[in-house]
């Protein structure tokens, strides 16, 4: 009894299509490349009152939990295209990556920074001047 059960939990284990994003590796400098030259995007997935107290001029808001209550669908992905990698931040690199498993099932070419926002204005991405929701 005790195998068939243990057979039956590998099966779903197995069988599940679930999605665990992991931070990229690319270096931060391939990231600021890449969005210099228009083949990535830049996410923040924050929510609006944070991004309102200060964002990264390159990035646009699409908030994590519009992600979740609309699971992906065009109302939350409006500003984002799948012929270009979309590289997602948050404040401490944790909720990007639940971000990155909704738009990955849904066929995004997503990379979560592990890098929180901080940390890239740190790393030289400017921040912009001022509050905008593109």
């Known amino acids: 009894m005790k195998t068939i059960l ?3 939990l590998l099966l779903t284990v197995a069988s599940s299509s679930a999605v665990v994003a992991e931070h990229t590796k690319d270096p931060l400098a391939k990231v600021k490349d890449r969005l210099k030259k228009g083949k990535a995007v830049l996410i923040d997935v924050r ?5 309102d107290r200060g964002h990264l001029k390159q990035a646009r ?5 519009k992600l ?3 699971k992906g669908r065009k ?6 295209q799948k012929d270009k990698i979309i590289y997602c931040h948050c404040r ?39 509050s905008s929701s593109k």
């Open 75 to 80: 109302q939350a992905t409006k500003p984002l």
């Open 61 to 65: 808001l699409v908030p994590l939990s």
């Open 6 to 8: 243990f057979a039956t």
């Open 68 to 70: 979740r209550e609309y």
């Open 92 to 130: 401490s690199g944790v909720r990007v990556l639940q971000a990155a498993d909704i738009l990955k099932k849904i066929g995004y070419d997503v990379r979560p920074l592990k890098h929180g926002y901080r940390d890239l204005l740190k790393a030289g991405f400017p921040k912009a001047k001022r």
């Open 47 to 51: 929510e609006k009152r944070e991004w």
